[in-house]
């Protein structure tokens, strides 16, 4: 636990000098580091355009902007949130940074496809903006994309489609890419049961990327298709059918709602033994688990399309197949808690939103199996209880899991320590107003307000008020948080190669790491990635 | 050296090809098929005075008479086999469903589009929805209509709900319901056969204030026969593609996994 050993190889920070060094790295630090800069502007951006929506919502009628102009805006906050922030969010930062390091090796299997990915996924961003101020005026068909009216609408969707579909291919390089690692780069003593959780979740992700997005892909240049040459794949009038869109979309969307938790839910499982002090409880379960999401995610898709004109029989075999999913969720939340139970819990702010995590997801699983349920999904279908659910399970879930993670290898990525009583102040109030904001929401769309309004009858005012205020806490705790982090990464007291006493191998290395991440062989314990009887073992070397 | 030039050279090739790509699907002009279908609004529409339709009763009305508050027409036609009564079902549960006042707050105008058929149809309709519809003033507040060719086709194209006859007898066309305020003018479309009493009570509200909102649920519903000739091609390109895919990811697996094999047997053969 001394501070000389950065000193003794160059981090990966100091190695070389200059934008070209960053931006054409074949780093898988680096690149981490580039999704990461990149991934939370847009998350800024996608912020600043949830938050005015919510100011519109502040009072029925039109407060700050048109109906339309709203509409554009659900969209662009739909389509950067989901295709630019979540879904490479954790696989493209913390899978990028900390999977080869925890496999115990030196990059990446494939590090020029990581650095392309990334200009994928740059290159697809800049045409998702240019949507904006290019042709006939942003898109206002919603992140779905639903035909025939992203067909016949006359705003840009033909760029957002192919924004999208580059987005996608990102998306599936990065996921191949970690398949190849995961099974061709293990530390040699690594045997597959003998790998972190997180690697786990990210090899279940991946498999999700690959075999799903190219559907969506396909799917995106059908409608693209359509409206440049008008086949008639979704027109009834030329023999297409428009639930055909909405078949396909979710066929792809539904699994990839899991490419956006499962890495989540494993970075959980690394946080929590490492905060109890002990083994995980149920390794192979939640190994496993993370399998079964994966797998179950493909035959759920119908859920969305309760309303849409299905069979009876389809319907409610969809709805019965949703309930499996339950299952293995429930096995990991069981199991988290099971690690905690009698372990000897030390108070780290990674925790806090660990646990805060497991809370908010515990009400977006269970609003989950509400909307699952056929007969109540008819009645909630396109309300603002939609809405509520799906952000407590990706924004509760997934970004709040992101935020814990950024405190947990923060001192790891930049070799410093933030200001941990900033950070309390920063997540009680994130936690607070993002409770405040979707809880009302939820009650206000079991009451039938419908989601994609600018508008809403008197009796709503006094929840959405309640809502939008809930967001300006949101907002400012998410902000502080923010400049916690960017003022500590150049100014907080130095990091400790191991502040949390984690056993799994990021923390046998110096912070920040150097360029080829291991200096000298790792430890690795023979029962498995979180044997802390390793600790002072480690603590000892290091 | 030369192969990072190289790959920079490969880097730069690919983002000209991407932006020339998007720029010339961006010029492409959508191409509108010539037979259009569906619904396409014209917000803010005043709906012309002159158009005559015949009410289940025999009697004809100009359209002007008939519309002297928030008003929300529905277009279908009675021998409808498909969405037609799911739309009208739709309908009468959202007016038992909403705290509006048929009769009183709103008017309803069912009219066929089809010319062929005949106020004895309407009157079956009507007869039919009296009955179900107990507890509201159904008798005044909704109107049942046909027309003759010239009209209906007048107030199609006005509204912007384009039909078209199917092969095989009866019409392909969607499902919306459209509001109409006192002055006559399109104020919102509310497609699908589901409508929430929330967008109900909303949709008449600003039909009664003259004030139009772009429609929020943009899914069509249509109404048309199966025509798995037509659907092969797209469904071809699916299956083609789907087990591309699926053989690739095998493939891999299968590859992946040799390699381990043989990675495993070498680490043993070294340790031995």
Redo the contacts between chains.
């Keep these: 636990m001394t501070e000389t050993t950065t000193t003794i190889e160059k981090s990966f920070w100091h190695e070389k000098k200059g934008l070209f060094s960053w931006i ?1 790295t074949l780093d898988h630090k680096r690149i981490a580091l580039l999704y990461l800069y990149a991934i939370t502007t847009f998350f800024v951006v996608g912020m600043t355009l949830g938050f005015l929506m919510r100011l519109e919502l502040i009072a029925p009628g039109q407060t700050i902007m048109e ?2 102009t709203y ?1 554009k805006v659900f969209t662009f906050h739909g389509v950067i949130m989901i295709f630019l922030v979540i879904i490479p969010s954790i696989p493209a930062v913390f899978g990028n940074f900390m999977l080869p390091i925890m496999l115990g090796t030196d990059d990446v299997a494939l590090p ?1 496809l990581n650095l ?1 990915s990334w ?1 994928l996924y740059i ?1 697809g961003a800049t ?1 998702a903006l240019l949507t904006l101020v ?2 006939p005026g942003s898109a ?3 992140w779905t994309f ?1 035909a ?2 992203s ?2 609408t ?1 705003t ?1 969707v ?2 957002l489609l ?1 924004a999208a579909f ?1 987005l996608g291919f990102s998306s599936i390089l990065t996921g ?1 890419n970690f ?2 690692t995961i ?2 780069l293990r530390a ?1 003593k690594m045997t597959w049961f003998k790998m972190p959780l997180f690697a786990w979740s990210l090899y279940a992700t991946a ?1 999700i990327q ?2 799903a997005t ?2 969506v892909g ?1 799917t995106l240049l059908m409608v ?1 298709a359509e ?4 086949i ?2 979704f ?8 639930i ?1 869109y ?1 078949h ?1 979309f979710w066929i792809y969307s539904h699994p990839v709602v899991y490419v956006m938790i499962l890495p989540a839910m494993g970075i959980v499982s690394e946080i929590l033994p490492t905060a109890a002090q002990r083994t995980i409880f149920g390794y192979k379960a939640i190994a496993l688990s993370s399998m079964a999401i994966a797998f179950l995610g493909y035959f759920v898709w119908g859920h969305h399309m309760f ?3 299905m069979s009876g029989e389809a319907r409610v075999i969809f709805s019965f197949v949703t309930y499996l999913v339950a299952i293995p969720t429930a096995i990991k939340v069981f199991n988290w808690i099971a690690t905690l139970y009698k372990g000897s819990i030390h108070m780290t702010p990674n925790l806090m939103w660990s646990t805060s995590f497991i809370f908010n997801f515990m009400i977006g699983g269970l609003t989950g199996l509400i909307l699952g349920a056929l007969s109540v999904d008819v009645h909630v279908h ?2 603002a209880y939609v809405v509520a659910h799906f952000h407590y399970t990706m924004f509760g879930g997934t970004i709040f899991v992101f935020f814990g993670a950024m405190h947990y290898w923060f001192p790891k990525m930049f070799g410093r320590m933030y200001n941990k009583r900033l950070s309390y102040i920063s997540l009680t109030l994130t936690f607070i107003g993002f409770n405040v904001t979707y809880m009302a929401m939820l009650i206000v769309g079991g009451q ?3 989601r ?2 600018y ?3 008197p009796e709503f005012t006094v929840l959405n008020q309640i809502s939008t205020v809930g967001s300006w806490v949101l907002v400012i705790g998410i902000l502080l948080m923010i400049y916690n982090l960017v003022r500590s990464a150049r100014k907080g007291e130095i990091a400790t190669a191991n502040p949390w006493n984690g056993v799994t191998l990021e923390w046998q290395i110096p912070s920040p790491p150097p360029l080829h991440n291991f200096v000298k062989a790792p430890i690795l314990s023979d029962k498995g990635p979180y044997d802390f009887s390793i600790l002072e073992q480690i603590n000892k070397e290091n | 050296m030369k192969q ?1 030039l190289l ?2 050279a490969s ?1 730069i090739l ?2 000209f090809f ?1 932006v020339a ?2 720029s010339i ?2 010029n ?1 002009i ?4 010539n ?4 619904i ?1 609004e014209h917000l803010d529409t005043i709906l012309s005075s002159d158009i005559l339709i015949t009410e289940s009763t025999g009697q004809t009305y100009r359209l002007e008479s008939l519309i002297n508050k928030p008003t929300i027409i529905n277009l279908v036609y009675y021998r409808c086999p498909g969405i037609c009564p799911a739309l009208l079902s739709g309908l009468s549960n959202v007016v038992k469903e909403t705290d509006m006042v048929l009769g009183k707050d709103y008017d309803i105008l069912t009219i066929s589009f089809d010319p062929g058929e005949t106020p004895f149809l309407a009157k079956k309709k009507r007869e039919n929805y009296l009955r179900i519809n107990k507890n509201q003033d159904v008798a005044t507040g909704w109107r049942f209509f046909s027309g003759d060719t010239a009209n209906v086709q007048r107030l199609l194209d006005e509204i912007g709900f384009q039909v ?1 006859k199917s092969d095989r007898g009866g019409y ?1 066309h969607a499902a919306g319901i459209i509001m109409v305020s006192p002055n006559r003018k399109v104020t919102r479309y509310l497609n699908g056969v ?1 409508y ?4 109900f ?2 949709a008449l ?1 600003e039909a009664s204030e003259g004030r139009s ?2 429609t ?7 109404c ?1 026969s199966y ?1 798995p ?3 092969r091609y ?1 469904f071809d ?2 299956k083609v ?2 087990s591309l ?2 053989i690739m ?1 095998v493939l ?1 697996l299968f590859f ?2 040799r ?2 094999r043989k ?1 495993k047997k070498q ?1 043993n053969k070294s340790d031995n």
């Design positions: 054409f109906a339309t509409n020029r392309f200009w290159i045409m290019y042709g206002d068909t919603g639903y025939p009216y067909v016949n006359d840009n033909t760029l192919l580059v191949l398949i190849v099974h061709r040699p498999w690959l075999l190219p559907i396909i693209v409206r440049t040459f008008g008639g794949l027109d009834p009038a030329l023999g297409g059918d428009p055909l909405q396909l309303t849409s004109g396109d309300t039938g307000m419908p994609r309004y508008d809403y009858l | 990072t790959f920079k880097f690919v983002l991407l790509n998007f699907a961006q492409a959508p191409q509108q098929s037979e259009k279908l569906g396409f078209k392909i589901y929430s009493p929330f967008d009570k909303l509200i909102g772009p929020i649920n943009k899914v069509l519903d249509y048309f025509d000739q037509g659907k797209t390109i699916l593609s789907g895919v699926l990811a891999l992946m996994i390699a381990e990675r680490l």
